[in-house]
């Protein structure tokens, strides 16, 4: 099993930064692979971004892509979400979730280990 804790959020303005950390503790996290979801008030959570198990491989929603970036460090058992020219509709609450198959996954229901969330807010 593996545990993960979100940290980074806060408020930003658009067009601003911030770069989200998912610390994760237990056994053999460098064979997990990651993706951040997010849920703004009154919606469904969506799918931003995955980074498998290596960190080689990447994938992006169509609506961050070019403006967010995923990185990991196995080292330190801690993927990042860097998050650039941040725009109003991207606040919500971040979610990063770990599964064990490579296969990106888009749906919530295919990841069995998440972390509590934090908060994105993004000012006009």
């Known amino acids: 099993q593996v545990q993960l804790v979100e940290s980074g959020g806060g408020l930003v303005q658009a067009g601003g930064s911030l770069r989200l950390s998912c610390a994760a503790s237990g056994r053999a996290f460098s064979t997990y692979n990651v993706a951040w979801f997010r849920q703004a008030p009154r919606k469904e959570r969506e799918f931003v971004a995955h980074i498998k198990s290596s960190g080689g491989t990447t994938y992006y929603s169509a609506s961050v892509k070019g403006r967010f970036t995923l990185s990991r460090d196995n080292a330190k058992n801690t993927v990042y979400l860097q998050m650039d020219s941040l725009k109003p509709e991207d606040a919500g609450v971040y979610y990063c979730?770990?599964?064990?198959?490579?296969?990106?996954?888009?749906?919530?229901?295919?990841?069995?280990?998440w972390g509590q969330g934090t908060q994105v807010t993004v000012s006009s």
């Open positions: 979730a770990a599964r064990l198959s490579p296969i990106v996954g888009v749906s919530p229901q295919l990841y069995a280990y």
